[in-house]
């Protein structure tokens, strides 16, 4: 817990030194669910991040874990970045599949949720999250392969795809 405490810190002082121009997300590691929420009351509630990004402790299906902190979210109005793929070496016991993240959608409707790693994710992933509005996808973190973003704004729609890096 007192990683991502430390971490969400550096990432408050960058957006004092420059604000309207850093927009920070607040980091936390769902198996500290106390320190979580602490941490989302501390950076969001009372302070000015736009957003929470999970630490891969958890699947995103662990919805005995990951309940409280959607309904925060909820409760705040910002999304969850949630790293999601299918690895062709395999996920590692808590990484999410981009269906673990369609169990999360599906279970909090009203949950904004965006599942990084587009290209991570392939075709496989873009059908198992497509029928799930509250979702979207990010172009960050892997090579991209032909064909996959086009796929994605064809299933998605563009409003559903967030350009980023990694």
């Not at 062709?88 to 993240?101: A, H, I, L």
């Not at 059908?127 to 172009?139: C, E, F, G, L």
Request: net charge negative; charged share 20%.
């Amino acid at each position: 817990a007192e990683e991502f405490k430390s971490a969400n810190t550096l990432v408050l002082k960058a957006i004092e030194r420059f604000p309207n121009k850093i927009f920070g997300v607040c980091y936390i590691n769902p198996r500290y669910p106390k320190e979580s929420i602490y941490e989302l009351d501390r950076c969001i509630a009372q302070g000015p991040m736009v957003g929470i990004k999970l630490w891969v402790a958890v699947k995103a299906s662990n919805l005995s874990i990951i309940a409280p902190i959607a309904r925060k979210a909820i409760e705040l109005d910002v999304p969850i970045l949630q790293h999601a793929w299918y690895k062709t070496t395999g996920n590692m016991n808590d990484e999410s599949t981009p269906s673990d993240v369609a169990i999360l959608a599906h279970e909090f409707p009203d949950l904004r949720i965006q599942m990084a790693h587009l290209y991570g994710a392939g075709f496989r992933g873009i059908a198992d999250i497509s029928q799930y509005p509250n979702i979207y996808v990010d172009t960050g973190g892997g090579e991209p392969e032909a064909g996959i973003l086009e796929y994605a704004v064809k299933e998605l729609g563009p409003d559903r795809i967030v350009f980023g890096s990694d």
